[in-house]
Each structure stands twice: as C-alpha cells, then as structure tokens.
C-alpha cells in the first residue's frame, strides 16, 4: 500500500490518504485489493503490478516467491 499511495500522491496529493489499497496472501494466493476508480486500478497495474507478476523484473519480484507461499502448510 506505501508504494501505491506514493504514485497516487503524484496525482491526487493528500487524497491519497483514503485509499484503501493493500495486498497480501490468501491459501498461497496473492490478493491485492485495489481502489475503486477505473485510473487508480490503471496507477496499480502500470507502476507495480505489472512489474511484480514478471519474473524479468529484477531484484526481485513476486514470481520468485511463488514456491514458498505455502511452505507453513507442508510442514505439519
């Protein structure tokens, strides 16, 4: 959410403050849940999304960390 409110500050200055945008991991699933607005889903995609779900993306990306979303339930 830090990420999204810094590219939204740049558009929307302090109203960023009411967004509700975070994400995390459901049953090894990445969710991310995301503003209203058709533009600040469109902000989401193009700056860090889009970004994160390539495993080109270098340092490091989500793909990378895929394998290991649900190593608490392997082991027992």
């Known amino acids: 959410s830090e990420v999204f409110h810094r590219i939204s500050y740049d558009k929307i200055g ?3 403050i009411q967004s509700r945008a975070t994400g995390g991991v459901v049953n090894a699933t990445f969710v991310f849940v ?3 607005s058709p533009g600040a889903c469109k902000d989401a995609w193009d700056n860090i999304l889009q970004f994160q779900l390539d495993y080109r993306h ?3 990306n989500f793909v990378e960390i895929m ?3 649900d190593e608490h339930l392997k082991r027992g």
């Open 58 to 60: 270098m340092p490091c």
């Open 14 to 16: 302090t109203s960023t």
């Open 67 to 69: 394998p290991r979303l």
């Open 34 to 36: 995301l503003p209203g």
